[in-house]
């Protein structure tokens, strides 16, 4: 497994970095991770590790290179520098869209990915677990205390892939009620699995967050390993 600093074109002009992971062996799928508001930090980094070594080709972006680029720590100022710059929502989410797009277009050139795509998203990140296969083809969509995916329940019934939802019921961005309709939209859909996880915050995935829960960590990313290793044996022609 060997990670790099990359940077991709944008298709509407500049460059963005991003953290690229490769698997060795057999090509992989790819696993693209749309970080938190806090961005592509040391978390989000053993997270692609991780998965390189699993077998997948991994890369988490920088969402936020339009403006005020690069991760940030989580201290006070920290926190709020971060929470900053994720507005004006709606637009931000628009622009990732082309990036994640971009970055598709980025990874089918590399020969460790098998053509098979999952996208996975964090907090801020999560809207874009329902856009990637409902927009761009994405062949599986996961979230961990994704915020603000009610905005955008009208994607779930163009979304043809399987999609794996947590959140932790006691999470202040994502509370139960609005969880609920994500629930209530998606009753039917075979290929929708959402866990909730009693007494557990949001941002529980990331360790160096107080809000770190390890049962529900692993629990999740048990989950999404599932998933992923779905598309491992179907590869584009």
């Known amino acids: 497994m060997t990670g790099q600093d990359i940077r991709i074109a944008a298709s509407d002009g500049g460059e963005f970095d991003s953290y690229l992971t490769l698997p060795t062996g057999a090509p992989g799928p790819a696993v693209i991770i749309m970080s938190s508001v806090f961005g592509v930090d040391d978390d989000v980094r053993a997270d692609l590790d991780k998965l390189a070594a699993q077998g997948f080709v991994g890369v988490g972006p920088d969402l936020f290179w339009r403006g005020d680029k690069g991760p940030k720590p989580r201290t006070e100022e920290g926190d709020r520098q971060a929470k ?44 874009f677990a329902l856009l990637g296969p409902s927009r761009l083809g994405a062949d599986a969509g996961i979230s961990f205390h994704g915020s603000l995916m009610q905005n955008y329940i009208d994607e779930l019934p163009k979304v043809n892939a399987p999609l794996c939802l947590h959140w932790g019921d006691q999470d202040s961005i994502a509370p139960v009620d609005v969880i609920a309709q994500i629930q209530d939209a998606a009753r039917g859909m075979e290929d929708v699995d959402i866990t909730i996880y009693p007494d557990v915050l949001h941002g529980y995935t990331a360790p160096s967050s107080e809000a770190w829960d390890d049962y529900a960590a692993s629990s999740s990313w048990a989950a999404a390993l599932a998933v992923l290793d779905g598309l491992c044996d179907s590869v584009d022609a």
């Open 84 to 127: 900053a710059r994720a507005w004006p929502r709606a637009p931000l989410i628009e622009a990732g869209i082309q990036d994640l797009s971009d970055i598709m277009d980025h990874l089918k050139a590399l020969p460790q990915c098998n053509g098979k795509f999952a996208v996975v998203g964090l907090c801020y990140g999560g809207p």
